[in-house]
């Protein structure tokens, strides 16, 4: 099946730095989706974005689909976006109902 | 308000005893799916419906069965728990996969050990 990997597993930063997560994928996909795990365990829907830039608010993401990786940036970062990030991604074929998600990196904004 | 409700949101049980966890979807979302969240194995998909009806297997559905016998409910069933199944568990739901942008929405979770 698809390979989802995400870099840096892990990520300290102090308020208001900025910070770019790498999601890299192992064949072509039919779409690929970020997310917010917060501390209480809820699950965000942050973009879904199989190709292109998008943006909201200080976040946004662009997807390489032809190089098959995306990246998410996070700007002025705040404690509240602490938590993980996962990309997750739906591969092409006949297994596109399937969702495979990455490992997710860690991230810790002190104040 | 949109949401994805799943239930119970915690439960200890024993090992054997037959247990459901019911999702509930009020956004007339054709896909639906079931993962579990495990401490350095990410979340994984443990099985997925893309309509009434139409299920199918993600990457580890031994222990568990499903069914979709209409659109707005999907609940995952443990026909005879172990140790193993212990873990927090998503539903989630989508609008469709045939129409381009289509976002996941997630339950709160449900945290299952069983002893």
């Known amino acids: 099946g698809i390979q989802v990997e995400q870099s840096p597993p892990d990520l300290i930063l102090q308020e208001g730095a900025n910070s770019t997560l790498r999601c890299n994928f192992s064949?072509?996909?039919?779409?690929l989706q970020w997310f917010h795990q917060n501390p209480w365990g809820q699950l965000i829907n942050l973009f879904y974005?199989?190709?292109g830039t998008k943006q909201n608010g200080r976040l946004s993401a662009t997807t390489v689909a032809t190089e098959r990786y995306s990246l998410l940036y996070i700007s002025s970062s705040q404690t509240t976006d602490s938590g993980v990030y996962f990309c997750?991604?739906?591969?092409?074929?006949?297994?596109?109902?399937?969702?495979?998600f990455g490992q997710g990196t860690i991230l810790t904004v002190h104040p | 308000e949109a949401q994805v409700t799943q239930n119970p949101r915690y439960l200890i049980t024993v090992t054997g005893k037959k247990l459901t966890v019911t999702c509930s979807q009020n956004?007339?979302?054709?896909?639906m799916s079931w993962y579990r969240q495990d401490p350095g194995l990410g979340l994984r998909q443990i099985y997925y419906?893309?309509?009434?009806?139409?299920?199918d297997k993600g990457d580890v559905p031994e222990g568990y069965k499903v069914s979709r016998k209409e659109k707005r409910n999907f609940p995952l069933i443990l026909e005879s728990p172990s140790p193993n199944q212990t873990s927090l568990y998503f539903c989630?739901?989508?609008?469709?996969?045939?129409?381009?942008?289509?976002?996941?929405?997630f339950g709160d979770g449900t945290r299952l050990s069983i002893l």
């Open positions: 997750a991604v739906h591969a092409g074929g006949t297994s596109y109902g399937k969702l495979t």
């Open positions: 419906s893309m309509n009434v009806e139409v299920t």
């Open positions: 956004m007339n979302h054709e896909y």
């Open positions: 989630a739901s989508s609008p469709g996969l045939t129409w381009g942008n289509q976002p996941q929405h």
């Open positions: 974005i199989p190709s």
């Open positions: 064949d072509s996909v039919n779409n």
